[in-house]
């Protein structure tokens, strides 16, 4: 299994710009999570789907954040418009129950200027 | 008060030592906790679960203490690979909780 996969591995946007995050989950995984991974913060939690459908939000900063899963094998994260302090690593991760373990793809590290 | 403590270190411990770290959480109705390792610059990979019992994987031994909500993890005759940053999470049931990680250096 290819495991996680996320793309792009790096961004480089200017501020203002939309960005947008792509995960493909493991294969027969039905739990999908976003989280942000940042020095001052550690790792944050912003949504989690559970067989497609977006379960918890909270974690979403605010309304420039938004994602879809239109189906079990992909995921999106979007941020219109990016600031610099959107800058992070972030992260997808599949489990295959709510309560299971975790697999995380490798990232993608974002830069705003 | 956050959902996971950790003390964040850093550890820094000769080659061959034993060390230990710990964690607390504050729902005390948590389901389910882990141990992930996260090296530099990559993402967070499963160490271990944590079960009631206790369990251990080679050098490594995990134990629950849910009376006084805490976590820990003992690593024995430590080496230079495990150099990381090791993560305690748990699970309420309806969200994962991270630690903010603790910092272990294994120096030759």
């Known amino acids: 299994d290819a495991g996680v996969i996320q793309s792009p591995r790096h961004e480089v946007t200017e501020m203002g710009q939309e960005v947008t995050l792509r995960c493909k989950p493991i294969?027969?995984?039905?739990?999908l999570f976003w989280y942000r991974q940042t020095m001052m913060r550690g790792l944050e939690l912003l949504i989690y789907f559970n067989n497609n459908v977006p379960i918890d939000d909270s974690g979403m900063p605010e309304d420039r954040f938004s994602a879809k899963m239109p189906n079990a094998s992909f995921s999106t994260l979007k941020i219109q418009p990016s600031e610099p302090r959107d800058s992070a690593v972030y992260f997808c991760a599949s489990g295959g129950q709510s309560t299971d373990t975790q697999y995380f793809g490798p990232g993608t590290r974002l830069t705003v200027l | 008060r956050k959902e996971v403590e950790q003390d964040p270190g850093p550890f820094n411990v000769p080659e061959g030592a034993t060390v230990a770290f710990n964690c607390t959480y504050s729902n005390s109705a948590s389901q389910s906790f882990f141990w992930y390792r996260q090296d530099c610059r990559k993402e967070p990979k499963l160490l271990m679960s944590?079960?009631?019992s206790g369990n251990e994987d080679g050098r490594f031994t995990a134990q629950l203490n849910r009376a006084s909500q805490y976590i820990s993890l003992l690593i024995r005759d430590s080496k230079l690979s495990d150099s990381a940053t090791y993560l305690c999470?748990?699970?309420?049931?309806?969200?994962?909780?991270f630690g903010t990680g603790t910092s272990l250096t294994v120096i030759p």
């Open positions: 944590v079960y009631s």
């Open positions: 294969s027969g995984h039905n739990s």
């Open positions: 999470v748990v699970n309420t049931g309806n969200q994962f909780y």
